[in-house]
């Protein structure tokens, strides 16, 4: 469909009013409701976080690391280093208090250009990939019960997690509450089951089963890239930390419930990781770790006997939720990008009844969809990192620009300027580490894909050629989905 052709207005410099869009039948202006509070916020933090990755990724970080002792310093540093870049983004949200994320702040700071290469390779590409990754370990944990002593069919997977994005896409389509009441539960339901696990490896370390941690860091591998890839892994856990920023137009008093969620949400994730994997590392050797597919359930054939199929159960609870999570801000970018001309226009448009942003929702499914039939978790981890980590950089060397040249900006919190610094510092040896240790083809086809961005943005951004016979598409769209276009949120 067409893309809108806007006047750029600068928070930064500008107070001018939001641009009016006006409703279909009653000339009103559309917007998205405020109905995220700060236990919503906290879910969809600390729900988006634990996901898959703590039932998954252990292992991997194991393998990278060679020891016990140094795969949990690796976990520490992880939940560190999301807390300071958390810690860093809710200082940017205070400045630019409108929902989008890495999207909205680069565009803002850094023009229109970088922002469109970050939302056509988010909206296209990254989104899409992490939601399927999430789903589809979603469908392996709910079907295995199925079938017991061998491998499901692969063909059952991709069907159980395609069903699971429909059902989200329902859900989120529908009402914002409903959606934000689903994280509040789940959110609830996977804290319950990490706790069982918590209480499990503390009676093991009671009865003296400490074996795996005696050999300090014997074994431990010091590569460059090899830390990275770990890094990876463990960050691919903790990814989520910057959710709530995607939805701060949703926010009830943003300047608050931002900072507050983020302090409370991210040190409980941390807590709860460290301990997830020193009970994993009790009731298993370290050999008996790096063979296990599923992690916990192998933990829960251990520790839990005949209730070992709770782990199944647990970690199918907590990929659903994640993936709710990872859908609900994933769509606010497609949203967002297409309200400022980044995107076709019909993605910029809402519900005219449900107020919620589905044609954006739609899409954000139909690409997941099509990422579902050649899923690969441990690909796409690294492959989702390593372009992530790209655009974080990006997004906090703005916050160190605002920090330094425009300290006169009115902002509700503020982070230590040391904090913004470690957290490029990580970002550049991210991004940096694994090209020089280990050069793959996979990060050349990464970085072609990201620039290939500029065939569409000259003709269809910079020069506005829209062809018009996409405008009676966008016109037939709206009449079909039932949605009008949206303005701003006047924080």
């Known amino acids: 469909s067409t893309m809108r052709e806007r006047k750029t207005t600068d928070p930064l410099h500008s107070t001018d009013p939001p641009h009016s869009s006006r409703d279909l039948s009653e000339g009103k202006k559309l917007r998205l409701k405020q109905e995220v509070g700060l236990i919503s916020g906290v879910s969809?933090?600390?729900?988006?976080?634990?996901?898959?990755?703590?039932?998954?990724s252990p292992e991997w970080v194991l393998h990278h690391m060679g020891n016990p002792v140094s795969s949990l310093?690796?976990?520490?540093?992880c939940g560190l280093l999301a807390m300071f870049g958390a810690l860093?983004?809710?200082?940017?949200?205070?400045?630019?208090?409108?929902?989008?994320?890495?999207y909205i702040y680069i565009l803002r700071i850094f023009g229109s250009f970088p922002a469109f290469l970050f939302a056509y390779t988010s909206v296209i590409l990254v989104r899409p990939a992490g939601l399927a990754a999430v789903c589809l370990s979603f469908a392996e944990y709910a079907v295995a019960p199925f079938y017991p002593g061998c491998s499901s069919p692969q063909v059952v997977i991709k069907c159980t997690a395609a069903a699971c994005i429909l059902i989200l896409t329902i859900i989120n389509c529908l009402n914002v509450r409903l959606a934000t009441s689903v994280m509040n539960i789940f959110t609830a339901a996977k804290l319950l089951a990490l706790f069982v696990i918590v209480v499990g490896g503390l009676v093991l370390l009671a009865k003296g089963e400490t074996q795996s941690f005696q050999n300090g860091f014997q074994g431990t591998t010091a590569g460059i890239g090899t830390v990275g890839v770990a890094f990876y892994q463990g960050l691919w856990s903790y990814d989520g930390w910057n959710n709530l920023n995607y939805v701060t137009e949703e926010l009830k008093k943003p300047e608050v419930?931002?900072?507050?969620?983020?302090?409370?949400?991210?040190?409980?994730?941390?807590?709860?990781?460290?301990?997830v994997n020193v009970s994993y590392l009790a009731a298993m050797t370290p050999s008996e770790l790096l063979s296990s597919g599923a992690v916990a359930v192998t933990w829960g054939d251990k520790v839990l006997g005949s209730w070992a199929w709770l782990m199944s159960l647990s970690v199918?609870?907590?990929?659903?939720?994640?993936?709710?999570?990872?859908?609900?801000?994933?769509?606010?970018?497609?949203?967002?990008?297409?309200?400022?001309?980044?995107?076709?226009?019909i993605l910029s448009m809402a519900h005219v009844r449900c107020l919620t942003p589905s044609p954006a929702l739609l899409f954000t499914s139909a690409m997941s969809l099509i990422m579902i039939i050649s899923g690969n978790?441990?690909?796409?981890?690294?492959?989702?990192?390593?372009?992530?980590?790209f655009f974080y950089g990006m997004t906090i060397s703005?916050?160190?620009?605002l920090k330094i040249k425009k300290p006169e900006l009115p902002r509700s919190y503020k982070v230590p300027i040391i904090i913004p610094i470690i957290v490029l510092m990580a970002a550049v040896y991210l991004v940096l580490a694994p090209i020089i240790d280990q050069p793959q083809m996979e990060i050349l086809y990464i970085i072609l894909f990201i620039f290939s961005g500029i065939i569409f943005y000259f003709p269809l951004v910079r020069?506005?050629?829209?062809?018009?016979?996409?405008?009676?598409?966008?016109?037939?769209?709206?009449?079909?989905?039932?949605?009008?276009?949206?303005?701003?949120?006047?924080?």
């Open 44 to 56: 969809l933090i600390a729900g988006t976080m634990i996901g898959s990755g703590i039932f998954m």
């Open 73 to 77: 310093l690796i976990w520490a540093a």
């Open 88 to 102: 860093s983004y809710a200082e940017l949200g205070t400045i630019i208090k409108e929902s989008g994320g890495e």
């Open 257 to 275: 419930t931002l900072p507050r969620a983020v302090m409370i949400a991210i040190p409980l994730v941390t807590c709860l990781y460290l301990l």
């Open 316 to 345: 199918a609870l907590s990929t659903f939720g994640s993936s709710n999570g990872t859908f609900f801000s994933g769509g606010r970018v497609c949203y967002i990008a297409a309200r400022e001309g980044h995107m076709p226009d």
């Open 377 to 389: 978790f441990t690909s796409i981890v690294n492959f989702f990192s390593f372009m992530a980590w």
């Open 398 to 401: 703005g916050l160190l620009y």
């Open 463 to 491: 020069f506005k050629y829209h062809p018009r016979f996409l405008q009676t598409v966008t016109l037939h769209l709206q009449l079909l989905l039932e949605v009008a276009p949206t303005t701003r949120d006047a924080n």
